[in-house]
């Protein structure tokens, strides 16, 4: 990771390690399932942003890089593997 924080991306994760573990209490607490539900959705909206932070950073940067480097095929490629990724 070369442009963006690794400070903004660790604290994010952090915030996310919280999250989860107040998953694991309410499991471990049988919590009403709706409630763990919404939870789950919130870790994965928080984990798709860190994700899209770094997914920029690598376009912008690595890939842009690569191409001024002569490797736009090594781009092209790199590229297309982070849209079927997110595609997921």
């Avoid at 903004?8 to 399932?33: F, H, P």
């Avoid at 912008?60 to 736009?72: A, D, L, N, S, W």
Wanted: charged share 35%.
């Amino acid at each position: 990771m070369v442009d963006i924080s690794k400070n903004k991306i660790a604290r994010r994760l952090k915030i996310v390690e919280g999250q989860v573990r107040g998953l694991q209490e309410m499991v471990d607490k049988g919590s009403y399932c709706i409630d763990v539900i919404t939870q789950t959705s919130a870790v994965k909206r928080a984990l798709s942003g860190i994700e899209d932070m770094i997914m920029e950073n690598h376009l912008g940067t690595c890939v842009i890089r690569q191409i001024k480097k002569g490797e736009e095929d090594k781009a092209r490629q790199e590229i297309l593997k982070v849209y079927r990724l997110k595609r997921k």
